[in-house]
């Protein structure tokens, strides 16, 4: 196992208390005041009440606990919603990539919404085996979700998989390797792909990609890969329109984004969403120009 920093030691330490703190009494979640900047998102058609959160996580608490990259109640759950609560159709049968799978809550979540099978990439093996304890813990076994430890660009360069469905989730902020994160993704002929990302700048006309570095020492950044050279990896934090390019580039293309005004709206006091609150952050659900599968050949 993967030894940890003694920074990682204490987030552990502390998330069981943080997240018991941060979580509203059942009765208060719907009562308490929107976040200020809701209103910074673009307009919803959704009705009011419609978007209410079926708090999915509170069903698996292991989820909790076995992270510390933003395992509060309010995200987790919202987050739910808006990768699965929109997308429930795309996972009926479906086999899953989940890249960058970190504990397993987003491959659990697709099994739980009827996905077949589900197979995660993560490259820090803390998160692997954790991932496989989780799910087991759930009832779903290696038939039906595994987990490859490795960087995603690495693995998806030197095994075949297909997929029905790819999540790329918290993870295109995380890499500068556009071009073989797609054509990996490419490769899997997935006739969809959600991703979930922060996007500065989310509403500028222009495609533009903004470069920073980040510490590979931390559980939720980056991590180290081949091309790292020193403490920290160099990432890109891609825009929508840069975002679209890429994905057009590849055969694919942004069907719709999340309704994250509506969640914001009917789940009042939920705390932790301010990047999506202010449209800096967005859930993208994307299709194949080519949907159907080309015959095996
Ligand atoms: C922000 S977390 C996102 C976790 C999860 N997908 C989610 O959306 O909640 C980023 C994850 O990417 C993983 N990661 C970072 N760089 C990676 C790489 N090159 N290959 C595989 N996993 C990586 C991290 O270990 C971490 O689990």
């Given at each position: 196992m993967a030894r940890m920093s003694l920074r990682q030691q204490a987030a552990r330490a502390l998330r069981g208390v943080a997240w018991r703190i941060e979580r509203p009494p059942r009765g208060a979640r719907r009562q308490a005041a929107p976040p200020?900047?809701?209103?910074?998102?673009a307009s919803t058609d959704?009705?009011?009440?419609?978007?209410?959160?079926?708090?999915?996580?509170e069903q698996f608490p292991r989820f909790y606990m076995t992270s510390?990259?933003?395992?509060?109640t309010a995200r987790l759950n919202l987050r739910y919603e808006a990768i699965f609560g929109e997308n429930r159709?795309?996972?009926?049968g479906a086999s899953v990539l989940d890249l960058a799978?970190?504990?397993g809550r987003w491959s659990l979540a697709a099994l739980a919404n009827g996905a077949r099978s589900v197979t995660g990439i993560e490259a820090r093996p803390d998160l692997v085996k954790a991932a496989a304890e989780n799910l087991g813990e759930y009832g779903y076994g290696a038939d039906r979700a595994r987990f490859i430890t490795g960087d995603v660009h690495e693995v998806l360069s030197t095994q075949d998989f297909e997929a029905d469905v790819v999540l790329c989730l918290g993870?295109?902020?995380?890499?500068?390797r556009y071009n073989e994160l797609l054509a990996g993704i490419r490769r899997t002929n997935a006739g969809y792909l959600i991703i979930d990302t922060f996007s500065p700048?989310?509403?500028?006309?222009a495609p533009n990609v903004n470069v920073i570095t980040e510490?590979?020492?931390?559980?939720g950044k980056a991590a180290a890969d081949a091309?790292?050279?020193?403490?920290s990896v160099l990432v890109g934090r891609p825009n929508l329109a840069a975002i679209r390019t890429m994905l057009g580039a590849y055969?694919?293309?942004?069907?719709r984004l999340s309704d994250w005004a509506g969640l914001l709206r009917d789940n009042?006091?939920?705390?932790?969403?301010g990047d999506y609150a202010n449209g800096r952050r967005i859930t993208a659900r994307c299709v194949s120009a080519n949907a159907a599968r080309p015959a095996v050949t």
């Open positions: 200020p900047d809701v209103g910074a998102l959704s009705a009011p009440g419609s978007r209410t959160a079926s708090w999915f996580f510390s990259t933003h395992p509060t159709d795309v996972f009926a799978s970190h504990d993870f295109l902020y995380h890499t500068l700048h989310m509403m500028g006309p510490d590979a020492d931390e559980e091309y790292t050279h020193g403490p055969g694919y293309r942004v069907e009042p006091g939920t705390d932790n969403c």
